[in-house]
């Protein structure tokens, strides 16, 4: 009998995190049915990219009042994360603050605990009432309502919880303490749960126990269940920051990438002495893709397609597009919510098809992203600059214009008519290359 | 102001049998957008004043692909990029210097992976080099004191971290260089880039040039200077929708300097 409650924290510990790892197995076949592409170069800068951008949250606090906040909540779910290792440990072997014998040292970490989990209770509200007193413009989008919108909140309302759990069974545990309780040997400080003990005056020991382990279950139970709601949310951002700093784009952000594809057939083009009626050598065919950029997620390199699960919607990218600041319809937050959902939907799509993707008449192009989107785009790389996180809405961006004009020939007239210019002429405007230099002697 | 420009084109150095320090790439608008033939000669009377030996390719420039790339048309990117580095590459060109960031980028970055590798530099790092080198030299001239504020080029900009030597070079002038509420990497774009500069905006409620031009405005600057001929042409633009075109000016940082040395 007195194994029962290890038995069922080890159940709760394996469903939690089976179902988890059952997701994430889920998430890496979605993020591969990206094309491939190499970004293993330069690993030292990557490690280095990681750490001041991930780890360091270098970008978050390029906008102060939002990035402090946030510093407090992510060291606060780092650190706190130690406690949860003890949480573990005790519930596996049925002890109680194993780390106790720690002394001083358990101390310290108990009570900076406590500390940091009363500041991640103030950002929290903080970031509710910027959410929904303050109704920040970048949160109040077109792409926002609904479920963004509510994801948002609920994510606050779970670390609202957890830390009030967490300063619960801390005050009881204290006040048991206080009183002598069996199994309740002193260890810790209690700065911030000490306020909370006249709440528990005067209930007796075993009423105490009660609401100890009570408090105690549900934080375990409640971090289990938020860990596997990371998934169906943005908050996937707290694991895939890391990965997707590491692989964001070391390149000047000006540099697009030329696309190998073309540079065959433009080679081929250019030179005298191919034979433009040679038969393709064996396996050209393959060789080529089956389209030139991206009309749907599988067009989309593995990158994209992380960068999309990765994305907590924080809009900072949208607030600093030109486009939208203008009142176009883009807003590169939601070229990453599009591409994220319609993988969502492609990946589903497999999973009830016995592992193959089956046509469904709907691609991201048109059915998520609209034309217009995609032709307000100045290509001015501030979202990019903007994401904390290193997404770069702007790749998948041009890769979709390059599938309307390469494979449909569907760019607004006006391009159509500079690109023939350039074409023709050698300038986007209709001027004879051969006054190039009439300047030269112009007055 | 009226005296002649000298302008070599590479042919004639080839034919002369000598090569020029530096290949001066003037770029479409450079070449036929009236507003941006004044910054090509102003950059020109600055070259000539320093005695530098640069040559242009002249009929034989054609357009670096950046509108089509952007765009999204990849093949007359490629097209256009392969038949320029031809042409660069059989006249052995080492260094390039232009005043349009976009041809900047497209040569620095994208031409490499097609077989063009070059020392490209935008023309007020260029410009900067001169300075250091004791080959140019600045004074303040009639823009001392007077209140100048930048407009960060995307392409130069963010695109590639170049904010400060078009920055230096205004402070030479002795002027008092203000910063817009949005500027260097967080720099509004002046709405032309990717290839807008060709086509009408999307409905919106505004246009990005007067939104720019705003910001600008705000800092009471009787000069907005930019580093880009399309910059150029939407600052202009907003400037005269403000009916501002009496009492603010919009110069390249190339024009501010031959402009005060009287060139």
Redesign the interface.
Known sequence: MEYIPQILFAIALIVGIGYFARNVKKLTRNINLGRDVDANDNKSQRWKNMTMIALGQSKMVKRPIAGILHVIVYVGFVIINIEVLEIIIDGLTGNHRIFAPAGTIYDVLIASFEVLAFLVLVAVIAFWIRRNVIKLKRFLSAEMKGWPKNDGNIILYFEVVLMGLFLTMNATDYQLQLNGATGYTEAGLFPVSQFLLPLFDGLSNSTLIIVERTAWWLHILGILIFLNYLYFSKHLHILLAFPNTYYGKL??????D??EA??K???M??DPNVDPFAAPPEGAETAMPAK??ASDVQDLSWLNLMNAYSCTECGRCTS?C??N??????SPRKIMMDTRDRLEEVGKNIDSNKGEFKDDGKQLIGDYISH?EL????????C???CPISIDPLDII?Q???????EQSA??M??N???TN??NN????P?N????????N?A | MSELLKVPTMAEFMAAGKQPEVLFWVGCAGSFDDRAKKITKAFVKLLNKANVDFAVLGTEESCTGDPAKRAGNEFLFQMQAVTNIEVMNAYEIKTIVTTCPHCFNTIKNEYPGLGGDYRVMHHTQFLKSLLADGRLSIEGGQYKGKRITFHDPCYLGRANNVYEAPRDLIKKLDAELVEMKSCKSRGLCCGAGGAQMFKDAEPGNKEVNIERTEQALETKPEIIAAGCPFCNTMMTDGVKNKEKEGQIAVMDVAELIANAKDL
């Open positions: 390149k000047p952000k000006g540099q697009f030329n696309l073309v540079t057939e433009v080679k083009m250019m030139f950029g600093e030109p486009a600041q203008t009142g176009k319809k883009l217009e032709w307000a785009c100045t290509s001015c790389n501030a990019v600059e903007a041009v979709m214009r390059q599938y309307l004009v390469m760019a607004p006006e391009l008519n500079m690109m350039i074409e050698g300038a986007p405007w001027y290359q051969m006054d190039r230099l009439n300047w030269k112009e």
